[in-house]
């Protein structure tokens, strides 16, 4: 996969994400979203990947008081996870947590997002907020992208 072919299904996403998001006018959010935003009720929060990032995002959502449910590829390896952060975690299939949650956490490597916006851009474009927090390390996805992306006004 080129860093070309990346970027263009990562900026793919995100228009697809963030066209759905401003779509939402606010009065169309949720009325327990709006209600209380800060201290209020509990949220449905999702998590794509729940690696380092994940796990310990969504691990600080659930000691917050929200539901969280964790996913991933292979949604058996993150039992000791949920097991460790407490009855409001789950665990769920990437298409159950795409489902679930009415705030998405994307916490991948960056060079996943393609598929992910592939397979669930439409989904998660109607959701209420997504958050994307993955960035391309030279370590893990080679100097090239991060080069790619550094030249291209992105941040690595
Ligand atoms: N912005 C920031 O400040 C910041 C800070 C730290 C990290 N990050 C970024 O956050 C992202 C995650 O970092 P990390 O350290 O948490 O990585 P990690 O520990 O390697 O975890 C990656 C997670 O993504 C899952 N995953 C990989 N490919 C996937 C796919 N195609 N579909 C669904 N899930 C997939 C992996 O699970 P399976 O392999 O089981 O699917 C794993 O749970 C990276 O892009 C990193 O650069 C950003």
Redesign the pocket.
Known sequence: MTNHKVENGRRKFLLTVSGGIAGLAVGSLPARVLAQPAGGPPLNIST????????ALGALFVKAGHRVMF????PD??KGLVDEVGPLARVGT?AEAVEFGDVVLV????T?ME??GRDYGNALAKKVLVID?????AR?DGTEIVKWVDDHGGRA
């Open positions: 794509i990947g729940a690696g380092r990032e994940g796990g996913s991933s590829r292979h390896t993150l990437v916490v991948v490597p960056y996943a598929q992910i927090v993955s960035n391309p390390i893990r």
